[in-house]
């Protein structure tokens, strides 16, 4: 594999490590706009449009509307992973932005609600792979050692990006009355493009600047491969006995892959990506309902405007968070620690949240609330990587499995969330949904402890 890791530094000197990292910035960037610019303004959408009766009743549409993205990588998430394996990660992404732009645009135009959820369903959601190529490319360019390093630069960009672009939606809301989303997603349209013709230049000059990998060189018999994942899962492939062809082709057999993944750690580890992103995308559901729900039902009563302050101030300290302090908190307490004590942050955050009298106390509190989830999130992302990182032939693969997982967990978040908040606006019960909402992300958080962290598990490595 010596030509394999050859190859990823040659990438890295061409484009630069710099330039590598900022692309992946953007592309991540670009990606949380699309999907969370709508949140600041679907309620209001959702009036405009005739498709709910007034704001405190618009939570089942926002949820579809929010829900659509994540369950429309269902589908496709496992397939992306097979697709960046065979044409490689700059070439994915660049038909995942040219896809992203175009689900921009024809969402900016739709004012039948099938129309806006087939097309964040379709070309945002299953025509879209960046979630499943980040993890890999983070590593590519990282590195074992430094890849929590260039995660929490990526996710804040990312994060700041998600915190920022419901502000900017909010601002750019029916600059065009005919087609008030219009104006959010021709921004998203032609960010997607830029980054689609960056990762198609780059992809050309990575290729024509990689070593010539020699495909007559003999690969172990995967038998052998087998053997090995037997040995670290416990597990036995008395079946698994085909010869790889060549190296450039090889891939793991499906008995192989199927057996990694339901071995531990890698079910615990996709059950926890799975509730963090559940979680995650109901929060950033709920909150903004909260935000412009009535006061006597219990919420804040915010306007677009209000609500795109709101936001944008809070995430100040939240893109600190992710760009400066997450790698260090890794490093300091490890993944397994710093996934813990993001889950407590978060779960009581979340739980006195709907305690806040005014608007200068929810925004800290949300701040604070975002930065638990955002250090769960770069953990676990850790701890994936660090471990799918030993199966060189099925890392695709399986993070198009995890990710399919992770999607259908996101698109339930805001699909159960949206409609909870509701009734809880409804019936005059914010602060309970909230305290169970709080509880719940505490339980799960638990599950981490049934994880080796990745520093004990290294210090065994070298033991052995």
């Known amino acids: 594999y010596t030509s394999v890791f050859a190859a990823r530094q040659q990438k890295n000197l061409v484009m630069g490590r710099r330039g590598s990292i900022t692309l992946l910035c953007v592309a991540h960037a670009v990606n949380m706009y ?21 704001v405190d009743q618009a939570g089942a549409v926002s949820g579809f509307l929010a829900a659509s993205v994540p369950l429309g990588r269902v589908l496709t998430s496992y397939l992306w992973g097979i697709i960046s394996d065979r044409i490689g990660n700059y070439n994915a992404l660049f038909i995942s932005m040219l896809n992203m732009a175009a689900g921009n645009f024809v969402f900016g135009f739709a004012t039948n609600l099938s129309t806006a959820i087939l097309s964040r369903a379709g070309l945002l959601g299953a025509a879209n792979g960046w979630l499943t190529i980040m993890g890999p490319m983070i590593l590519e360019v990282g590195g074992e050692k430094e890849q929590a390093h260039v995660f929490g630069v990526v996710i804040g960009a990312g994060t700041a990006m998600s915190i920022f672009a419901p502000s900017v939606g909010a601002l750019l809301y029916k600059v065009v009355p005919a087609f008030p989303a219009l104006g959010p997603s021709v921004l998203g349209g032609l960010i997607s493009v830029m980054v689609a013709a960056i990762a198609f230049s780059w992809g050309t000059l990575a290729k024509d600047a990689t070593p010539a990998i020699d495909t007559t060189l003999p690969v172990p018999e995967a038998a052998t491969v087998a053997a090995r994942v037997g040995a670290e899962h416990n597990v036995d492939l008395p079946k698994v006995k085909a010869r790889c062809e060549s190296f450039k082709t090889a891939a793991m057999p499906h008995s192989a892959l199927r057996l990694v993944l339901l071995a531990h750690p890698f079910t615990l580890i996709t059950s926890l990506r799975a509730l963090n992103g559940f979680f995650l ?122 990710v399919t997982v992770e999607a259908i967990a996101k698109g339930f978040g805001p699909a159960l969330g949206a409609p909870v908040i509701a009734i809880a606006l409804e019936s005059r019960r914010v602060p309970l949904a909230f305290a169970l909402f709080g509880i719940c992300i505490f339980l799960t958080s638990l599950l981490v402890l049934l994880l080796t962290d990745d520093r004990k598990q290294h210090k065994q490595d070298l033991l052995l």
């Open 281 to 402: 995308f109901a929060a950033m559901d709920i909150l903004p309902l909260w935000l412009i729900g009535t006061r006597p039902a219990g919420g804040l009563a915010l306007n677009e405007k209000q609500v795109a302050s709101v936001l944008a101030v809070s995430g100040i300290l939240l893109s600190l968070y992710s760009g400066f302090v997450h790698g260090r908190t890794v490093s300091w307490l490890g993944t397994q620690m710093t996934f813990l004590m993001g889950g407590v942050v978060a779960a009581i955050s979340g739980t006195v949240m709907p305690y806040a009298a005014s608007v200068y106390v929810a925004i800290p509190i949300q701040s604070i609330f975002y930065c638990g989830f955002i250090a769960q999130f770069g953990a676990i992302i850790s701890m994936t990587n660090n471990k799918v990182g030993k199966y060189q032939k099925m890392t695709g693969a399986i993070n198009g499995v995890i």
């Open 34 to 54: 699309s999907i969370s610019s709508i949140f600041s303004y679907v309620g209001f959408l959702a009036v405009d449009c005739n498709w709910a009766k007034d």
